[in-house]
């Protein structure tokens, strides 16, 4: 497209003016240069906003058990084809220990979905333990689906602080296709709003790029983050995962062009939620080797490392490919330090890193 034309559209990006058409024109473009421009861009928002800063979250995966069955996800409740597991709390408390003596600020738990007792006693347990062994100084992020209200303020009690459950598309039609009847699009997007009423910083996503989902689908998404008014975003492509009713569904797939989707998609998120937390999802990175500090140059900020022991991480694949399978959290905290100082960007250490955004959010609530 012509540079003007491009440019402008940026500007108004900048302007907080753009239009969803000027949105729908940057999802759609494909030149090598004007999606250097788009990353550029999104990528000084980002500086200007939330600094050339990487936020940690060191992610423990700690039960690969799920009730629920969603059509697209390797862990789904009837996929037979591997070992369930469970961690013990002590493993949980010593993947959080480790985090907290390497100064990364803040853990995230998540797992599939259950909402039996034992289970909300366990996390409530955890929670409240990862707290005690850091002095309280350990930030915790819950993505542990939908719950009930009473259950989402139990674990904001115990010390959890924020919680992403990704809406998987705005769209309620596509919902259902990516969905077996008895889950709910409605009880989903309720779930987003107990989450806040309780005090969570909310974080909110969806899979970018799965069939039969459109450009306008996307755009419509961002526009449900910004309704939404959230704190966070993680979302990352769609990856089949052979093992799933959904596998084989593309007519054709074409990797490098599911990557940079989901590349456009952070830098329009960016361009239009400016001083948001983005996650630079590991998804990112099963489809190019070097996909997270790609998406810290469209704009994310938040890169989530890997803490669950070699010994589970085979049993949680959500997709297929997923990276580091065999690194444990040493290897993948030294991998990523010259990963993000190659690009020029510094790890904050020690700091929970909520988003200005949410810090805004606090102060009017307090005015
Ligand atoms: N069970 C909780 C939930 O669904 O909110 C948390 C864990 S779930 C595995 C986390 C996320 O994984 C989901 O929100 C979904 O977007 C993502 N996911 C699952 N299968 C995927 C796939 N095949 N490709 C990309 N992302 C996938
Ligand atoms: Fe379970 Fe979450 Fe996978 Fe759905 S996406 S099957 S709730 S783990």
Redesign the pocket.
């Known amino acids: 497209m012509k540079n003007i034309e491009l440019q402008s559209i940026l500007n108004r990006c900048v302007e907080k003016t753009a239009s969803f058409q000027d949105f729908l024109t940057l999802i759609g473009l494909t030149n090598k240069d004007d999606l250097s421009a788009l990353y550029q861009a999104a990528y000084q928002v980002k500086v200007n906003e939330v600094g050339n800063f990487v936020r940690l979250r060191g992610i423990i995966e700690f039960s ?1 058990i ?5 059509l ?6 009837s996929n037979a084809s591997f070992e369930r597991f469970k961690m013990s709390k002590d493993e949980v408390l010593q993947s959080a220990e480790w985090a907290y003596e390497m100064n990364y600020g803040s853990v995230l738990l998540q ?3 259950r909402v039996d007792d034992e289970f909300i006693d366990f996390v409530e347990d955890c929670v409240k333990e990862i707290k005690l062994l850091s002095d309280n100084k350990l930030g915790i992020t819950l993505s542990l ?2 719950q009930s209200r009473d259950t989402y303020a139990r674990w904001f009690a115990a010390g959890a602080h924020r919680y992403l459950l ?1 809406i ?1 598309t705005s769209n309620e039609e596509l919902y259902k296709s990516l ?1 077996p009847n008895d ?1 709910s699009f409605d009880n989903r997007k309720k779930c987003l709003g107990w989450l806040r009423d309780a005090g969570y910083q909310v974080g909110t996503g969806v899979m970018i790029g799965f069939p039969r989902q459109s450009d306008e689908d996307l755009i419509n998404d961002i526009m449900f983050f910004k309704e939404q008014d959230v704190d966070m975003i993680g979302m990352g492509p769609y990856i089949e995962h052979p093992d799933t009713p959904m596998s084989n569904s593309f007519l054709e797939y074409d990797a490098k062009k599911q990557h940079t989707l989901a590349l456009k998609m952070i830098a329009c998120t960016r361009l239009a939620m400016p001083n948001i937390n983005i996650a630079a999802s590991t998804a990112l990175q099963a489809l190019d080797q070097t996909g997270r500090e790609k998406g810290l140059l469209a704009g994310a900020n938040v890169i989530m490392p890997n803490l669950t022991d070699t010994k589970y991480r085979d049993k949680y694949k ?1 997709y297929d490919g997923k990276p580091c399978l065999d690194e444990n959290a040493s290897q993948c905290r030294l991998c990523l330090e010259g990963r993000v100082a190659k690009i020029g960007e510094k790890i904050i250490y020690n700091e929970w890193g909520d988003s200005p955004h949410f810090k805004q959010r606090q102060k009017h609530k307090r005015d």
């Open positions: 690969n799920c009730n629920k069955d969603c697209y996800c390797g862990i789904r409740k797992a599939g979905e689906g939908e990704r998987e969905h889950h959500l």
